[in-house]
């Protein structure tokens, strides 16, 4: 596989995983770092920076929340939507540090841009969230060569 295909591969993996798509990207990048052949810090560079543009989409996504809440087709009852703002509301902006957690990561980013966090903490807390996972993901594989 060519750099640009792996690094590339990699970073669309990443911001899939990231929206409300199911995709994964963890296993992906393992498989590159068992590989060798690239740069580890690279891998890990194009990794949380795929997907935390995938979160921003999310953020954007909630800040557009309003306008289509109430549609039929809005794939989020008003229940469920009430019940992840009132818990952002009362763990705040630190939450976002699990944005990294399978199944709440993805709404989390999703329901901080319905509630406004400010675009600033929004990527700074979820940029230091998705790079520690990397680092761990990419650590647990490096030991899996060794």
Do not use: H
């Not at 763990?91 to 993805?106: A, C, E, F, H, N």
């Not at 400010?118 to 979820?126: I, M, R």
């Amino acid at each position: 596989m060519t750099s640009l295909a792996a690094y590339g591969g990699l970073f669309v993996a990443a911001f899939a995983a990231a929206t409300l798509l199911p995709a994964q990207s963890e296993a992906l990048l393992a498989g590159l770092v068992i590989n060798g052949g690239y740069s580890l810090a690279l891998l890990i560079a194009v990794a949380t920076l795929g997907n935390v543009l995938g979160s921003l989409v999310n953020w954007l996504l909630g800040r557009q929340v309003e306008r289509f809440r109430d549609r039929r087709w809005f794939p989020v009852g008003p229940a469920a939507l009430a019940r992840a703002e009132n818990w952002y509301r009362r763990y705040g902006r630190w939450s976002l540090l699990l944005s990294w957690v399978p199944i709440i990561g993805d709404p989390l980013t999703l329901i901080a841009g319905t509630l406004k966090e400010p675009l600033w903490s929004f990527l700074a807390l979820v940029g230091i969230a998705k790079l520690t996972r990397y680092l761990a993901v990419a650590a647990a594989a490096q030991g899996f060569v060794s």
